[in-house]
């Protein structure tokens, strides 16, 4: 399972962290990914962590305002993210593979095997 954390109601240019925690598993080894939704859209890849060369990736819509990150002590993986613009709310949630994940599959929610709930993030002027 996976809970994330830390959805809020922010201001244009604002700061926010998630988190998301996984119960019943340990994340260390696997392919991590952030998603995002609007009510009436696609699901948007935001960033990912590959647990192949261990480094992040990022949607160009966030790159540069986004970081993803992981501490495996606590089982939890984080998106801080910075310089938020105001856009339609948005349930941001996680994903993990537990298969290898290249920058290439990252986009592609299929490669996930288990999914949180989400969070909701909303960013107003």
């Known amino acids: 399972q996976l809970v994330e954390s830390g959805g809020d109601l922010v201001h244009s240019g604002g700061s926010l962290r998630l988190s998301c925690v996984a119960s019943g598993f340990t994340l260390n080894y696997f392919g991590i990914g952030w998603f995002r939704q609007a009510p009436g859209k696609e699901r948007e890849w935001v960033s990912c962590?590959?647990?192949?060369?261990?480094?992040?990736y990022f949607a160009d819509s966030v790159k540069g305002r986004f970081i993803a990150s992981r501490d495996n002590a606590k089982n939890t993986v984080y998106l801080q993210m910075s310089g938020l613009k105001p856009e339609t709310p948005a349930n941001y949630s996680c994903?993990?593979?537990?298969?290898?994940?290249?920058?290439?599959?990252?986009?592609?929610?299929?490669?996930?095997?288990?999914w949180g709930q989400g969070t909701q993030v909303t960013v107003r002027d």
């Open positions: 962590i590959s647990n192949i060369d261990g480094r992040t």
């Open positions: 994903a993990a593979d537990k298969g290898p994940l290249p920058r290439s599959d990252c986009p592609d929610p299929r490669e996930y095997d288990y």
